[in-house]
């Protein structure tokens, strides 16, 4: 059985692939073409109600999702763009098990995010709803504005992710499970069951 990725940030990052392809989500389709993604930089321990916050909780995703982030980046859901990427501190989405909190950020088109660790609940909300977590050490390194490259190697079993910031270094992300990977780029894990059987999945 493959191993879930150690989200502490802990796991040294296994050596790049020599093949390096484009990556892009469900999320970014639109920018995918550019390869560029614009970077939202947040501080540490954002947890799952700055997401969704509480208060909201008995709307729709589509209403949840004006509401992402309103208490620390008040413009964050008017003005983000499809395509761009939240760097973050240490424990991103730490807090309740609420999948809003992933949902929120897809809905406004995130493409990633990318810090040092997760909480665990949200890492898996997060890729079963078809948002990409890349976790890197050095993801502070990685400014605000910033216009960034994201690329994944083609491999089976655990891929390493690599990072292209705006001055040309390349940062490398721990070790993600290659299933993981198809389940983000293919929107989440009902679309990944769809693609994989050839038939519409209802979510329920």
């Not at 994201?150 to 390349?170: C, K, N, S």
Request: hydrophobic share 45%; glycine share 10%.
């Amino acid at each position: 059985m493959m191993k879930e990725p150690d989200t502490t940030g802990n796991t040294a990052a296994a050596a790049a692939s020599a093949s390096v392809t484009p990556f892009a989500t469900a999320a970014a389709a639109a920018t995918a073409s550019a390869g560029r993604h614009r970077v939202w930089k947040l501080g540490s321990d954002i947890d799952t109600d700055l997401l969704a916050p509480g208060y909201v909780m008995k709307h729709g995703i589509d209403v949840i999702a004006t509401h992402c982030l309103e208490s620390v980046r008040p413009e964050f859901a008017s003005t983000v763009q499809r395509g761009d990427v939240l760097v973050a501190g240490p424990n991103f989405g730490i807090g309740s098990s609420r999948e809003q909190a992933a949902g929120a950020l897809v809905t406004l088109g995130v493409a990633a995010v990318i810090a040092p660790s997760y909480g665990g609940l949200f890492f898996r909300n997060a890729f079963n709803l078809g948002l990409m977590l890349l976790t890197c050490q050095d993801a502070d390194v990685l400014e605000e504005g910033a216009s960034i490259a994201l690329h994944v190697p083609a491999a089976d079993g655990q891929v390493t992710p690599e990072i292209v910031a705006a001055d040309g270094r390349t940062l490398r992300c721990a070790p993600i499970p290659s299933f993981l990977v198809d389940m983000a780029q293919a929107g989440g894990l009902l679309n990944q069951l769809a693609r994989r059987y050839g038939k519409e999945v209802s979510g329920g």
